[in-house]
């Protein structure tokens, strides 16, 4: 399809596990932003990579979470030791450039619940 | 510290009506605003943009107007149809950061 790709849709894990969650970006897009919406709550920011530059972290809640993107496509994104704080929807967006370009395009997101 | 707000959870107007989603930012920095409509198990769906060089941008029945000096956006949606019925979500930026500060979301019910 033309549109950013996530999975799983849906992850059901337990407390201290690992996750790992994968966004494919559209096509062409060189920057790529992970969010996540908690219950209730608006979208909140994680991390972000624009081509080859250093990804900014500053949206990262702690050092159990971590993200890379290979080949300046697809993106991974690592929670580990999960807690039952963790459990949100977790949301990949994809952008063609900086200026003008600005339009987020959002993937359906990933549902995580930790038990 | 919340950037942007939105202090309207939900709105409920009927539908063939003007449907006034609001929204105020803190941040003078941001230059770019957006505004997002969200169904439920799906992801944000970009609706509407503005830069902050203009006051009004407008596509089809969706029209956003930015009042910079009381740092307010507001997004007019008219006629109002029940498929219309949804979250929206306003978001800003500025060119420096990149990403996008969302508020809390309005939930906006289209009755017939």
């Known amino acids: 399809g033309a549109g950013v790709s996530q999975s799983p849709s849906n992850k059901v894990t337990e407390k201290g596990k690992d996750v790992e969650l994968r966004c494919d970006p559209i096509?062409?897009?060189?920057?790529l932003y992970w969010y996540r919406q908690s219950l209730g709550q608006g979208l909140e920011f994680l991390i972000y990579f624009q081509g080859n530059s250093a990804p900014d972290k500053s949206g990262l809640p702690s050092d159990r979470f971590s993200a890379e993107r290979t080949g300046g496509s697809v993106s991974t994104l690592t929670i580990q030791r999960t807690q039952q704080e963790d459990s949100a929807v977790y949301l990949c967006?994809?952008?063609?450039?900086?200026?003008?370009?600005?339009?987020?395009?959002f993937g359906p997101g990933t549902r995580l619940t930790v038990l | 510290d919340q950037q942007v707000k939105q202090n309207s959870p939900s709105l409920s107007v009927q539908e063939g009506r003007i449907s006034i989603l609001n929204c105020d930012y803190t941040n003078s920095m941001f230059d770019y605003f957006l505004w997002y409509k969200k169904y439920p198990a799906e992801g944000p769906t970009f609706l509407i943009s503005?830069?902050?060089?203009?006051d009004k941008n407008e596509d089809g029945r969706f029209t956003v107007f930015l009042n910079k000096s009381a740092k307010h956006l507001s997004l007019h949606i008219v006629p109002s149809q029940p498929g219309d019925s949804a979250v929206y979500f306003c978001?800003?930026?500025?060119?420096?950061?990149?990403?996008?500060?969302f508020g809390q979301g309005t939930r906006l019910t289209i009755n017939p």
């Open positions: 967006a994809s952008s063609l450039d900086r200026g003008q370009f600005r339009v987020q395009f």
């Open positions: 503005i830069s902050s060089i203009k």
């Open positions: 096509s062409g897009h060189t920057a």
């Open positions: 978001a800003a930026t500025d060119q420096g950061a990149q990403k996008l500060v």
